[in-house]
């Protein structure tokens, strides 16, 4: 199989590129960041790279929470107008496969359970709250404690901020192109990435490379709000094999399949900035109670779907990650 991956010189994306030619397979990098005039935007230049390729894996974005509005432009400009005019393209070249590099945001703040109110989908967190330290999102019901869940696919998009509601217009994108064209489309919703070549030191980098690079400097790596927050820490290793297994099944055509790509079991950041402290034998992490608009408080997934209807499990464990991923730094 020939596969264009646009991102491929990214994180994510150059695992993705290890995993095919390991297995034999060609892949073609297109990305801005290897060549100048690998841009997704460019409606030439992609439609040169599509040639003879059976598949498109598409990593290219612009990631990170971003900075509220000032760079929403960017964002739509190069997530949305980018996969516009690849979709546009593959429709002129034929190509009838795409897997996407989804992403959990487009859940907004999870699942929850009110006791007394059952499924709850509380509105954004207020700025006053996470000032006085309430960071738990209330029942809007009752106002009463939640209990955090998983969530499904089938679960409401709530983007919250400008890059969420990039990654969901991609889908939206690609469902309407599967439609048109009768192409098939894997939406893989990826939690939170970690490991080997991770973005260091960017503003839009994962919470994880922030606490390493801190520890790499001797300092305490400082958790927000109360450190209990609940995310999904999954290989990148493990993506990129759920990235060769959407590439190589048989999805319905005229659609768009979305995939939560979890490890199955969630962790507090709290959890995660003590692990990589004990790698890096310390300083212990220090919690600041400090927060960011447009963060969730949790968010977990089922990837139940992904491991029955692809065949994929996730390979590396927590533990085991995270000390590859300290040593490495
Ligand atoms: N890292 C995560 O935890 C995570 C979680 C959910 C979803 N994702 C998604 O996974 C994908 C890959 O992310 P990553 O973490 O590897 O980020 P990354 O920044 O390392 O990789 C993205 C790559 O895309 C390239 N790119 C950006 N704009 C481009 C353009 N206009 N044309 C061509 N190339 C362009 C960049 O040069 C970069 O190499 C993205 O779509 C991102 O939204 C990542
Ligand atoms: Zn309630």
Known sequence: MRVLVTGGAGF??????????ARGHEAVVYDVREDRGADVRDPWAVARALDGVDAVCHQAAMVGLGDGVADAAEYVSRNDLGTAVLLAAMAGAGVRRLVLAGSMVVYGEGRYTCREHGPARPGPREAGDLAAGRFEPRCPVCGGELAPGLVGEDAPADPRNVY???KLAQEHLAAAWARST???????????VYGPRMPRDTPYAGVASFFRSALAR???PRVFEDGRQRRDFVHVRDVAAANLAALQACPPTGALTAYNTGSG????VGELARALAAACGGPEPVVTGEYRLGDVRHITADSTRLRTDLDWKPEVSFAEGMREFA???
């Not at 009768?182 to 939170?192: D, E, I, K």
């Not at 079991?265 to 507090?268: A, D």
């Open 12 to 21: 994510i994306g150059s695992h993705v590129v290890d995993a095919l030619r």
């Open 164 to 166: 969420a509601t990039t």
């Open 182 to 192: 009768g192409g098939t489309a894997v939406s893989l919703r990826y939690h939170n």
């Open 218 to 220: 001797g300092e305490a």
């Open 265 to 268: 079991e969630p962790h507090t």
């Open 327 to 329: 040593s490495e730094g």
